[in-house]
C-alpha cells in the first residue's frame, strides 16, 4: 500500500430490490426531494471523489437504475442476484483492485453528508485501521445491526468485535443503542483477502457484509467505529413511513436555507421545495405553493398559494398569483401570472405581460407588456409587445394532423371571443374584431373581421311568450 495519497473510491451498494416498500420501481429510484435517493448519495460522494472513482453496485432493475443514473456519470457494477451486501461487495473485487481503500455507502441511506464521508475517511486513514465503521445513536435503533465494542479494562473501545444484525440480538444486545449505519471504509487487501469467509448462516441466509467485522477482528486487525454525532444523516429508508419522514427533513432543511437566505415563507410546513430549486432575496412564498424540479425564482417575487411550478425559471418581481400551473417554462421580471393560469412546457412569458384566470399557454411566446387576461387559449403562438389579447380568444393551432402557428405582431389589438385558425399572421397594430373566426393573414394596421349582420326586431320577445303561453293553454 502507498503511505502517500493513498487511492479512494466510493462503492454504493444499490442492487436490492427494497421488499418493504411494496413498488415495482428499485428502491433507490424512490425520490425524496425531488431527487432519486441514489442520486442524493452519489451527490454526497461526488464531493469526496471524481464520479469515474464511484461505483454504483446495482441488479435489480439494473437497466432501469443505469440509465436513470448514467447522467451522473459515475461507473456500474452489476449484481445478477441480489445475495446481500456481503455478495454485493465480492462483485467488486476486480474494479476496486486498483485502490488502497474503499468507502462503501448505502443506496438507502441518503442524508449522508460529504463532511460525514470525509471524517470516515480521515479517520480511517489516521488510525491505519482495516475497516472503520460509521456508527450512531439514533432515538429508534430497532432494525438496524447493532456494534459491539470490544471492552478494555472494563470499558469500551473503539475497537468493535462484531456487527450483529436486528434478527440476531440476544436479549442483552438488544440494549446495545449504537447502530451501523451501513457507511464504512475498508483496505481493499484486507477486505478482498477475507470476503471469501463470509457465510449465509443467518436468517436470511445472504452474505451480510456486517460479517466481516468480526472476521477481520478476529486476524486482529484493527476494526474502529467511529460515531456521529449526527443520527438523522445516517438513516436509512426501508418502508414508506420512512421515505415520507426523510423526505420531510430534507424538506425542512432545504425552507430552513431558504429562509436564512432571505427569503419569506409562510407556513413553511405547508410548502413543498425540492432540493434543487433556489430562490431570491426577499421574495414571498405563500402556504401550500410547490416549487419543484429544477425551478429557479429570482428576487422581489410573491409566489401566491397553491401555485406548482416545475422546471420553470422565474425572473425578478413577478408576481405568480393563487393557482398557478407552470411546466418547463419561462416567466421574466415584472410578469403577472394567474390566479388559476396553465403555462405548460416551451412558454415564455416576457417582462411584465400578464396571463390572467383560465388562461392556457403551450408553446407560446408573449413579449414585453402583453396581455392575455381572461379564458384563452395560446398554444404554439408568438405575442408580440404590448399586444392584447381579449377574453376567450383560441388559437386553433391543431388541424387533427400537425400542429401549426399563429405569429401576432406588436400593438395588435384581438377582440373577445375570436379564434384564429392557424398557420396564421396577424401584423402590427393590426385590429382583430370581437367574435371573428379569422382564417387568413391581417396585415399590419388592418381591420380583421368576421361578423353576420346583427338583427333587432321590436317586440319579437313578447310575441314568443304569447305564443308560447297559448300552446300551453291547448294541452
Ligand atoms: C444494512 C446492514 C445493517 C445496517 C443498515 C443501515 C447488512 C447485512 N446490514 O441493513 O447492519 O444497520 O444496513 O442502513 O448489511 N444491497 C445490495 N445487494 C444485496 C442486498 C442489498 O446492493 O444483495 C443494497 C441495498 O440496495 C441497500 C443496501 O445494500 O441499498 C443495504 O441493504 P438493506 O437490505 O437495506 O440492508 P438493511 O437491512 O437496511
Ligand atoms: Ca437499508
Given amino acids: 500500500m502507498r503511505m502517500t495519497n493513498p487511492r479512494f473510491a466510493i462503492a454504493i451498494l444499490a442492487a436490492g430490490k427494497g421488499t418493504r416498500l411494496k413498488s415495482k420501481l428499485p428502491k433507490v429510484l424512490h425520490q425524496i426531494a ?38 451522473l456519470g459515475t461507473q456500474f457494477i452489476v449484481q445478477r442476484e441480489q445475495q446481500g451486501t456481503g455478495h454485493a461487495m465480492m462483485q467488486c473485487r476486480e474494479a476496486l483492485s486498483a485502490y488502497d481503500h474503499v468507502l462503501v455507502l448505502s443506496g438507502d441511506v441518503p442524508l449522508i453528508r460529504p463532511e460525514t464521508i470525509a471524517g470516515v475517511r480521515d479517520f480511517h486513514i489516521a488510525k491505519a485501521a482495516a475497516m472503520t465503521i460509521l456508527t450512531a445513536e439514533p432515538p429508534d435503533p430497532f432494525g438496524y445491526g447493532r456494534i459491539v465494542r470490544r471492552r478494555v479494562n472494563g470499558a469500551a473501545s473503539d475497537f468493535v468485535d462484531a456487527i450483529v444484525e436486528q434478527k440476531q440480538l440476544t436479549a442483552e444486545q438488544e440494549e446495545i443503542c449504537e447502530i451501523n449505519s451501513g457507511i464504512y471504509a475498508f483496505n481493499v487487501v484486507e477486505l478482498f483477502s477475507r470476503i471469501d469467509q463470509l457465510s449465509t448462516d443467518n436468517p436470511h441466509s445472504e452474505f451480510y457484509l456486517t460479517q466481516i467485522a468480526a472476521i477481520l477482528g478476529h486476524d486482529g486487525l484493527p476494526v474502529l ?63 401550500f405553493v410547490q416549487l419543484l424540479g429544477d425551478t429557479t425564482i ?19 418581481m413577478v408576481r405568480i398569483n393563487q393557482g398557478t400551473i407552470a411546466d418547463e417554462s419561462i416567466i421574466e421580471q415584472s410578469a403577472v401570472i394567474g390566479p388559476y393560469a396553465r403555462i405548460r412546457p416551451g412558454s415564455e412569458i416576457g417582462s411584465e405581460a400578464h396571463v390572467g384566470n383560465f388562461v392556457e399557454t403551450k408553446k407560446a411566446k408573449l413579449g414585453r407588456g402583453a396581455k392575455a387576461n381572461h379564458l384563452t387559449y395560446l398554444g404554439d403562438a408568438e405575442i408580440g409587445e404590448q399586444t392584447n389579447i381579449g377574453a376567450g380568444t383560441i388559437t386553433c393551432n391543431y388541424d387533427g394532423v400537425n400542429k401549426n402557428k399563429t405569429v401576432i405582431g406588436a400593438g ?48 319579437w320577445a313578447t310575441e314568443k311568450r304569447k305564443k308560447l303561453e297559448a300552446a300551453k293553454q291547448k294541452k
Avoid: W
Fill in 34 to 71: 425531488g431527487r432519486p435517493l441514489l442520486a442524493h448519495v452519489i451527490r454526497a460522494a461526488s464531493s469526496i471523489v471524481p464520479a469515474s472513482d464511484i461505483f454504483c453496485i446495482i441488479g435489480h432493475e439494473a437497466e432501469r437504475v443505469r440509465s436513470e443514473i448514467a447522467p
Fill in 412 to 459: 395588435v389589438f384581438i377582440g373577445s371571443d375570436t379564434t384564429l385558425v392557424a398557420p396564421i399572421r396577424i401584423g402590427d397594430g393590426a385590429y382583430v374584431g370581437a367574435s371573428s373566426c379569422i382564417t387568413r393573414d391581417v396585415p399590419p394596421d388592418a381591420l380583421g373581421l368576421t361578423r353576420p349582420e346583427l338583427q333587432i326586431r321590436n317586440g
Fill in 298 to 316: 429570482g428576487q422581489d417575487c410573491v409566489v401566491r398559494s397553491y401555485s406548482v411550478l416545475t422546471n420553470t425559471r422565474v425572473g425578478d
Fill in 225 to 287: 467505529a467511529r460515531r456521529t454525532a449526527h443520527a438523522t444523516e445516517v438513516l436509512g429508508i426501508n418502508t414508506r413511513r420512512e421515505l415520507a419522514q426523510l423526505d420531510s427533513l430534507l424538506r425542512e432543511r432545504k425552507t430552513r436555507e431558504l429562509m436564512d437566505n432571505g427569503v419569506t415563507i409562510f407556513k413553511p410546513e405547508t410548502v413543498l421545495i425540492d432540493d434543487a430549486v433556489t430562490v431570491g432575496e426577499d421574495t414571498v412564498i405563500e402556504p
